[in-house]
């Protein structure tokens, strides 16, 4: 049977054919929009690796090798961004303008969402910014915070996360994003 784009694209990094796998992701940019790309790409193929490495299918090493090419692509992805000369969105809506802070709640799986969340967010006309963990802490009070987890192993990470920022912050609406 046919695999579908995520598979497709996992099953070439586990491969170490980045070339092919990245052809995937570029095809996928051309046809689709960011934040299709990311739902139906993106998140899928770091489910599928963070799913075999906690089973024990996937070796750390290659683990790592995947989610450094995922990130890499990320941060390409982000780099290649066009600001517009205008913010969009709509200056009526109540996330227009808004101070967000995105933060990962704990491992390099959890950052690249993170980045990929931050980059659909100023492509709305938020603006935002990604914290690294930690961080946060040092930064003046937002008008929201949220925190990116990819399960399986993000909700204890994201449970601290949010008590640490509740503890600073009271009175900060608090999203956490479990991508799955």
């Not at 990962?104 to 963990?133: C, H, M, Y």
Request: glycine share 4%.
């Amino acid at each position: 049977p046919v695999l579908a784009p995520h598979e497709r694209l996992y099953q070439r990094l586990l491969a170490s054919n980045r070339d092919e796998g990245d052809d995937l992701l570029e095809a996928a940019v051309k046809t689709q929009s960011p934040v299709e790309v990311c739902d139906a790409v993106i998140i899928p193929t770091l489910q599928l690796a963070e799913g075999d490495s906690e089973r024990g299918l996937l070796p750390e090493a290659k683990r790592s090798m995947v989610l450094d090419h995922i990130e890499r692509w990320a941060d390409e992805f982000d780099a290649s961004r066009e600001i517009p000369a205008a913010p969009p969105g709509n200056p009526t809506t109540p996330t227009f303008g808004r101070n967000v802070l995105c933060i990962p709640a704990e491992d390099q799986a959890d950052l690249i969402t993170t980045k990929l969340l931050d980059r659909v967010l100023q492509d709305q006309g938020v603006r935002s910014r990604l914290v690294r963990n930690g961080s946060w802490a040092e930064q003046a009070r937002p008008d929201a915070v949220i925190v990116s987890a990819l399960p399986p192993d993000a909700f204890t990470s994201a449970r601290h996360v949010c008590r640490a920022i509740r503890a600073k912050w009271p009175d900060v609406p608090v999203i956490v994003g479990l991508w799955n």
